[in-house]
């Protein structure tokens, strides 16, 4: 299968009191075309730097100083900052780790998800608010009439990271960055966000980038894992054989960390089981 992304030997500093520290010393990946990929790694081993790397926000400190981010062809490192935009807003998109922080608390729902369409697909207003109720109806939100006109205070964190995860879809993007999309939700909900995700990437093409610490809850819905460390990718295999064989002795570390719980639940698929989460919109 062909890839949409290859990372080669990528190197990026951050600048502090005038001295370059490392972040990532070499980070080879390569994500294949509509595959769900998990990054896994320890607190600051380099994970959110990579996104940030690929989606083109890196912090001023921040300098890539040398490797290349090939994306459908093309080494992004190399655009200018409006053609990354353009990528960024159409090609790559990302759901974010925080549901509560990351919607205009003062745009209705309905219209934050139309500015997208109009914005990016060229869709009139009309046309952006059909494909609206539409794509809200797709992420399981009930009654998407109602919830495009509510405000983001009116919704719950599971609510609101269904309307994300809508935004992201929304432009039919080649990849997907997804920062550890559930750890600010609580663990019903994060399964249910999990089984959304899985079953939304699964009716599309477009390839997704699942960042996590846990190695458990990944193994369920990737195909393919990469262990990173230190801002190094130290192993990269299918979920299976992750779990199976890990070959590097970080891997085994973090499997022993892993819960029963996750490793027994991989084997029973329970990607469909759970009811729809309650909306209560508050
Ligand atoms: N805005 C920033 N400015 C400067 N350095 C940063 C910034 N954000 C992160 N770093 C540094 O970059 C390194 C990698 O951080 P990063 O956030 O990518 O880790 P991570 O793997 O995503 O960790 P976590 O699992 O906690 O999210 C860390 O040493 C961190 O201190
Ligand atoms: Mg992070």
Redesign the pocket.
Known sequence: MNSILNIDDLHLE?R?DHIANP?LSGVDLSIKIGEIHGLV??????????AKAILGIL?A??RISSGVINFDGKDITRLDSKQRRHLASRHIAMIPQDPMTSLNPVRRVGKQVCDVLQLHMGMDRGKAQQETQRLLDNVQIREPKTVMRMYPFELSGGMRQRVLIAIAFSCKPELIIAD?PTTALDVTVQRQILQLIKQLQMNSATALLF?S?DLGVVAKICDRVSI?QSGRIVECQTAESLFDEPQHAYTQSLLETTSKYYRFDRGTNTHSETPAEHQDHA
Do not use: C, F, Y
């Open positions: 951050v502090r972040v790694g320890n607190s600051g081993a380099g994970k959110s730097m990579l912090p400190a921040t550890e960042i610490h990173m």
